[in-house]
């Protein structure tokens, strides 16, 4: 469920209409719903009402500091991945003591930044890795928390690209090395073993894979605390999909996901760490974007709109769907005529939707693209010298600027000529 809805004809963020953000701050933009985030972050942590957790952010899915500082508010944790978002995290309030520090391949001065400001935990990858830790803590005279990533070889039935549990992927450990791994880790100083990690995948929409991958976790956790490590604390990850179309799609809602943690892992007494990030932002933000063109191809109509793939790369990076909706509300029952959506980017992958039946739409129309709130922003550039677009965050009848629209000259400004041209 989520807060954009039309009313009275024309679709609103909440109580505010979007034609009133496209008049302020001009087209494209990306906008999000406080109360949408709130909901979709309470009903994680309600989930797991009960036992010992903390639902940790995955910020990569949307960092902006407007929406960490909403979400920190009620409580949240972040998961960062970067020096970068461990900064931006720390900039928008939220404390180390709430920040897990994941990621595949993390350097030692990123390290140093995160066990200098304060850190919850860092979720360790690889062997390297963990030696690594053990130097930038014993050399700032530090102990780190740590988790070991396990990769438990589960399937997660998700796009080849976004699944990250098999063997073949570049993450984690793999289970059957963890004995030899955290038995490394419990000999090397600065490192303070205190729980394990898993994450298999994005977009699941089947607890099933879960559910496997859980309970090789709670096997793993016997066998680690045979071998005298204090197991006490399982980070399960993120994935949890999200309905990209109003029709059929129907994931698995956290209630149901909390409730399969508890049965799987509800035995073990350990504290809880999840960190979801589609699941939060996902349907918590739109992209709203103008016709600029109609164009008649041979056998085929475009719509040629404002946004591009810069802004959304999803569809061409992943074949993903988003609805797209006109943002005047058109009358009940009026023909449907198939369009190629296009972005003006000068590559045909610059292409959002193919065949996509749409009602008639005329140049300067506004249109949203639903469920673009995680991995829509963050993944933007500024390809064919395409200014990254604004974000607007809206509260009830109000509404923000939380990233403003950079001029040409602040895009430009930012080279350097060498002193010999
Ligand atoms: N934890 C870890 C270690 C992760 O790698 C990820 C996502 C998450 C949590 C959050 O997963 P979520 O709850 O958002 O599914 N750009 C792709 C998705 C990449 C996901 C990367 N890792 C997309 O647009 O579909």
């Not at 950079?406 to 400004?413: A, G, L, S, V, Y």
Request: aromatic share 6%.
């Amino acid at each position: 469920m989520d807060h954009f809805l039309y009313r009275g004809g024309v679709l609103h963020a909440e109580d505010v209409p979007l034609p009133e953000i496209a008049e302020a701050v001009g087209t494209p933009f990306y906008c999000y719903s406080t109360a949408t985030l709130t909901r979709h972050f309470r009903l994680f942590d309600e989930a797991l009402d009960g036992v010992d957790h903390l639902v940790c952010y995955a910020m990569k899915a949307a960092s902006n500091q407007a929406i960490l500082k909403t979400l920190a508010g009620l409580g949240a944790g972040m998961d960062v991945v970067s020096g970068g978002e461990y900064a931006r995290a720390r900039a928008a309030g939220v404390p180390g003591e709430r920040i897990v520090f994941s990621g595949v391949g993390k350097t030692r001065d990123e390290m140093r930044l995160a066990l200098e400001g304060g850190v919850r935990q860092v979720n360790v990858e690889s062997e390297p890795e963990l030696h690594a830790l053990s130097e930038v803590a014993t050399g700032l005279g530090l102990s780190v928390p740590i988790a070991v990533r396990v990769n438990p070889d589960v399937d997660a039935r998700t796009h080849a690209k976004i699944a990250t549990g098999k063997s073949e992927n570049k993450f984690g450990i793999p289970i059957a090395r963890a004995r030899e791994v955290y038995a490394e880790a419990a000999r090397l100083p600065g490192i303070e073993v205190v729980g394990i990690d898993v994450h298999i995948g994005s977009q699941l929409t089947d607890l099933e894979p879960f559910r496997l991958a859980y309970r090789k976790v709670a096997e793993l956790t016997d066998v680690l605390r045979a071998d005298g490590h204090d197991i006490r604390r399982l980070d399960l990850g993120g994935g949890l999909g999200i309905p990209y179309t109003r029709s059929n799609e129907a994931p698995p809602l956290p209630v149901e996901y909390g409730a399969m943690i508890r049965e799987e892992l509800g035995h073990l007494g350990c504290e809880i760490e999840i960190e979801p990030g589609r699941l939060i932002v996902g349907n918590a933000g739109i992209l709203v974007s103008r016709v600029i063109y109609l164009k008649s191809g041979e056998g085929r109509d475009f719509l040629i709109l404002d946004a591009a793939m810069n802004d959304l790369i999803r569809p061409a990076m992943y074949d993903a769907h988003h609805d797209i909706v006109p943002v005047i509300e058109p009358a009940p029952g009026v023909a449907q005529t198939p369009y190629d959506v296009v972005g003006p980017v000068c590559e045909s992958g610059d292409t959002f939707a193919r065949g996509r039946m749409l009602p008639p739409l005329a140049e300067g129309d506004l249109v949203a693209f639903r469920s673009a709130g995680a991995y829509g922003a963050v993944m933007s550039s500024e390809y064919n010298t395409r200014p990254l677009i604004p974000e607007i965050l809206v509260n009830e009848r109000d509404f923000a600027v939380i990233r403003a629209r950079p001029t040409f000259d602040e895009m430009i400004n930012r080279d350097t000529i060498p002193e010999w041209l």
